[in-house]
């Protein structure tokens, strides 16, 4: 079998990376590369993973925001709404020169 056509295999029905492809198949990274921008469903290839990646990349985000970040809203009371307000009024009254 040619290398071409396991990369090929590799990357399109393994969903290889072509960092991965390379050290299994010993060949270069940018020979692989430039063997699959001649390919015309690399593109197509290269865009749904693109997707997929941006996908799992907003999840993960949204996931770690429920986890880490504080419910900054849940006591809102007169007593926060006035140090928020004192504060506020503090920076804008700052002098500026």
């Known amino acids: 079998m ?13 969903k290889k990376s072509i960092k991965e ?8 990274e ?5 063997y699959f921008k001649k390919l015309p469903e690399y593109k197509k290839e290269k865009e749904k993973r693109k997707r997929a990646n941006r996908q799992k990349r907003k999840e993960y985000q949204k996931q770690w ?3 880490n970040r504080e419910d900054r809203y849940h006591c809102i009371n007169g007593e926060s709404l006035k140090r928020e307000h004192d504060v506020a009024a503090r920076i804008l009254s700052a002098e500026r020169y």
Do not use: G, V
Not at 2 to 14: G, N, P, S, T, V
Not at 21 to 27: P, Q, V
Not at 30 to 34: G, L, M
């Open 30 to 34: 940018k020979t692989i590369q430039n």
């Open 2 to 14: 040619l290398w071409q056509e396991r990369a090929k295999a590799l990357f399109f029905m393994e």
């Open 65 to 67: 925001d429920k986890e």
């Open 21 to 28: 492809i390379s050290r299994i198949i010993s060949k270069s």
